[in-house]
């Protein structure tokens, strides 16, 4: 049920910037494009690329979605 | 397991165990509120905020499962297995977009699961029947595969884990389990959670820092490595091979993931829809921590734990899934192996508690309250979660025990299948205004008979090789029958729209 206690702001919509939310699909076609990081050269501190690219996306992906939302607020 | 019980780390596993079970008890206590209502049990009170949140949904995402199952792919298969790192990368801008939107729904509407949303929506229980029975159904074998975590731990510190005698440590953990989830609800999962994600990073932190001085770095690592394994196969000219399903798998389970009831019980427990988009920035922490435990599976194929002696016995019996504990018992002094084997039991306790809350709100609400006692009271119907989520845990138990592991496993592949089913219903239905129930319905019976059929016909492998004008595109499952799903529920709305007079103008306005 509805807490009425508390009437807390629901932010069910955020400020909307129109293109903004197309950044969140930056890492997602990364992610698919798999033959453009199936490759061991160049490594990064003993990483293969496979594995290090990967990883670096998880991060990018998190301030892509942190500008996202920083754009929103 | 040669040489008897690690009794240094059975000491340590227990002690911890200990404290998490005091903690769960507590936690009933905690911002407390009228456990008699269903969302203050099931839910916490929706109380959660930023940190909390991002505790109890890294705990319950993140399982023990995971910790053991992706490192040992590695192990066994090689790169494959690391589509577990693009599938954490995918699920965050998803959990961006569409879920806030679903909480302030749910929060508007008094919703407990993705099912009360579904109902609310169509007016169509039958729908709402149909996303609670797939959820339920996805999640059983989920819950058994974390104790399959557990047991693998506890047979690594020499318990013997075979035979009646041997399934007691597993059953008292699950009656510790039932009691403080019984008691606390969600409270109890997410105080364990915290406790849970300081040994995992201190664990994880341990083994990326440790293993490569032992080894002489990463490099030294991966070199040792066969080809074979470091890199997905190079498709043939005819064919996208293991690129398509690569990407495929990554993408049909980041769908998947937020429709487990579990995951939806997490997001909807927090205080307000910006809790979820702050966690939607801030939980790829646990990918990146994710990433590197994979890598342990590596780090076991560089120390050679396969061609060790001591452990012959355990890859017998456990498979690669013994891979990560092996490692920990090779390098490890034997305090520690208790505080990483306890992570991952108490990795297992934590998504396991909130699984079995979660089927157990979706049975009360959905099936329980919508179609057997429609006049059942607040408390009678947090009092019927409460038993249902004792009598999950027990099925779970009973899983394992009794059936093959095999099983599991394959019921835990069609599970993510199944619960991909309920995306138009509970995902698409948040932006497509003209969708209708009974299309969807329809949809979604085309999409599960056809993914089940897909997978028994392909023995039980998740890739489908698709041709299409001879090219061949392998493909994820759960992806090709979802397809199928959302155009026949596209195709038919329109048609059922033609029917309905009573089109709910009014309350679309509370939706799309």
């Given at each position: 049920m509805p807490?009425?206690?508390?009437?807390?702001?629901?932010?069910?919509?955020?400020?909307?910037?129109?293109?903004?939310?197309?950044?969140?699909?930056?890492?997602?076609?990364?992610?698919?494009?798999v033959?453009?990081?199936?490759?061991?050269?160049?490594t990064?501190?003993?990483?293969?690329?496979?594995?290090?690219?990967?990883?670096m996306?998880?991060?990018?992906?998190?301030?892509?979605?942190?500008i996202?939302?920083?754009?929103?607020? | 397991?040669?040489?008897?019980?690690?009794?240094?780390?059975?000491?340590?596993?227990?002690?911890?165990?200990?404290?998490?079970?005091w903690?769960?008890?507590?936690?009933?206590?905690?911002?407390?509120?009228d456990?008699?209502?269903?969302?203050?049990?099931?839910?916490?009170?929706?109380r959660f905020g930023?940190?909390?949140?991002?505790?109890?949904?890294?705990?319950?995402?993140?399982?023990?499962?995971t910790?053991?199952?992706?490192?040992?792919?590695?192990?066994?298969?090689?790169?494959?297995?690391?589509?577990?790192?693009?599938?954490?990368?995918?699920?965050?801008?998803?959990?961006?977009?569409?879920?806030?939107?679903?909480?302030?729904?749910?929060?508007?509407?008094?919703?407990?699961?993705?099912?009360?949303?579904?109902?609310?929506?169509?007016?169509?229980?039958?729908?709402?029947?149909?996303?609670?029975?797939?959820?339920?159904?996805?999640?059983?074998?989920?819950?058994?595969?974390?104790l399959?975590?557990?047991?693998?731990?506890?047979?690594?510190?020499g318990?013997?884990?075979?035979?009646?005698?041997?399934?007691?440590?597993?059953?008292?953990?699950?009656?510790?389990?039932?009691?403080?989830?019984?008691?606390s609800?969600?409270?109890?999962?997410?105080?364990?959670?915290?406790v849970?994600?300081?040994?995992?990073?201190?664990?994880?932190?341990?083994?990326?820092?440790?293993?490569?001085?032992?080894?002489?770095?990463?490099?030294?690592?991966?070199?040792?490595?066969?080809?074979?394994?470091?890199?997905?196969?190079t498709?043939?000219?005819?064919?996208?091979?293991?690129?398509?399903?690569?990407?495929?798998?990554?993408?049909?389970?980041?769908?998947?993931?937020?429709?487990?009831?579990?995951?939806?019980?997490?997001?909807?427990?927090?205080?307000?829809?910006?809790?979820?988009?702050?966690?939607?920035?801030?939980?790829?922490?646990?990918?990146?921590?994710?990433?590197?435990?994979?890598?342990?599976?590596?780090?076991?194929?560089?120390?050679?734990?396969?061609a060790?002696?001591?452990f012959?016995?355990?890859?017998?019996?456990?498979?690669?899934?013994?891979?990560?504990?092996a490692?920990?018992?090779?390098?490890?002094?034997?305090?520690?192996?208790?505080?990483?084997?306890?992570?991952?039991?108490?990795?297992?306790?934590?998504?396991?508690?909130?699984?079995?809350?979660?089927?157990?709100?979706?049975?009360?609400?959905?099936?329980?309250?919508?179609?057997?006692?429609?006049?059942?009271?607040?408390?009678?119907?947090?009092?019927?979660?409460?038993?249902?989520?004792?009598?999950?845990?027990?099925?779970a138990?009973?899983?394992?025990?009794?059936?093959p592991?095999?099983?599991?496993?394959?019921?835990?592949?069609l599970?993510?299948?199944?619960?991909?089913?309920?995306?138009?219903?509970?995902?698409?239905?948040?932006?497509?205004?003209?969708?209708?129930?009974?299309?969807?319905?329809?949809?979604?019976?085309?999409?599960?008979?056809?993914?089940?059929?897909?997978?028994?016909?392909?023995?039980?492998?998740?890739?489908?090789?698709?041709?299409?004008?001879?090219?061949?595109?392998?493909?994820?499952?759960?992806?090709?029958?979802?397809?199928?799903?959302?155009?026949?529920?596209?195709?038919?709305?329109?048609?059922?729209?033609?029917?309905?007079d009573?089109r709910?103008?009014?309350?679309?306005?509370?939706?799309?």
């Open positions: 807490n009425p206690q508390e009437p807390k702001p629901v932010h069910a919509v955020p400020r909307a910037v129109p293109w903004a939310r197309c950044l969140l699909l930056i890492p997602v076609v990364a992610m698919l494009w033959s453009s990081y199936n490759r061991i050269e160049p990064l501190a003993g990483f293969p690329f496979f594995y290090w690219y990967q990883l996306w998880v991060l990018l992906s998190a301030v892509i979605i942190g996202v939302h920083a754009m929103e607020r | 397991m040669s040489g008897g019980i690690n009794w240094t780390a059975a000491i340590v596993f227990v002690a911890l165990f200990v404290l998490v079970t903690i769960g008890f507590i936690a009933a206590h905690w911002r407390k509120g456990l008699d209502q269903l969302h203050e049990w099931g839910l916490g009170g929706r930023t940190m909390v949140t991002w505790f109890l949904v890294g705990g319950d995402l993140y399982t023990a499962y910790f053991v199952a992706v490192p040992a792919v590695l192990f066994g298969a090689g790169a494959l297995g690391f589509f577990a790192v693009p599938y954490t990368i995918l699920i965050y801008p998803l959990l961006y977009v569409a879920f806030p939107r679903l909480w302030a729904i749910a929060h508007r509407h008094g919703y407990v699961t993705s099912a009360d949303f579904v109902t609310g929506r169509f007016g169509n229980r039958w729908l709402g029947l149909a996303v609670s029975f797939t959820g339920i159904l996805a999640t059983m074998p989920y819950i058994a595969l974390q399959v975590g557990m047991q693998v731990v506890i047979g690594a510190m318990i013997e884990t075979s035979g009646w005698l041997g399934d007691l440590p597993l059953i008292i953990a699950f009656i510790i389990l039932a009691a403080f989830t019984y008691t609800g969600l409270r109890a999962p997410a105080m364990i959670a915290v849970k994600d300081v040994l995992i990073y201190a664990t994880v932190l341990a083994a990326i820092i440790a293993v490569p001085i032992h080894i002489g770095g990463y490099d030294k690592m991966f070199a040792a490595i066969p080809p074979a394994k470091l890199l997905l196969a498709p043939p000219a005819d064919s996208y091979g293991a690129f398509s399903a690569y990407g495929s798998l990554a993408l049909g389970s980041a769908l998947a993931l937020f429709l487990y009831p579990h995951s939806i019980t997490g997001i909807l427990s927090s205080s307000s829809a910006g809790v979820i988009r702050r966690n939607a920035v801030m939980l790829p922490a646990y990918s990146v921590m994710l990433g590197f435990l994979a890598l342990v599976g590596f780090m076991a194929i560089a120390i050679g734990v396969g060790m002696p001591a012959a016995d355990g890859f017998k019996r456990y498979g690669a899934n013994f891979s990560v504990p490692l920990f018992l090779a390098l490890f002094p034997s305090w520690f192996v208790g505080i990483a084997f306890a992570a991952i039991a108490i990795g297992a306790l934590v998504p396991a508690a909130i699984m079995s809350i979660a089927t157990a709100n979706t049975f009360t609400r959905n099936i329980y309250r919508a179609f057997l006692n429609p006049a059942c009271s607040d408390a009678q119907e947090s009092q019927v979660a409460k038993i249902v989520s004792l009598v999950v845990k027990a099925g138990l009973v899983f394992i025990f009794a059936l592991l095999q099983f599991a496993l394959y019921l835990q592949l599970g993510g299948v199944w619960i991909i089913q309920t995306a138009p219903s509970v995902l698409l239905t948040l932006y497509a205004r003209f969708l209708n129930g009974w299309a969807l319905l329809i949809g979604w019976v085309v999409g599960f008979v056809l993914g089940t059929w897909m997978v028994v016909l392909n023995n039980w492998t998740p890739i489908w090789p698709l041709h299409v004008g001879g090219v061949t595109f392998p493909c994820y499952i759960a992806i090709l029958s979802v397809i199928v799903n959302v155009a026949v529920s596209v195709v038919l709305s329109p048609l059922f729209n033609l029917r309905a009573a709910r103008a009014g309350a679309f306005e509370d939706y799309a």
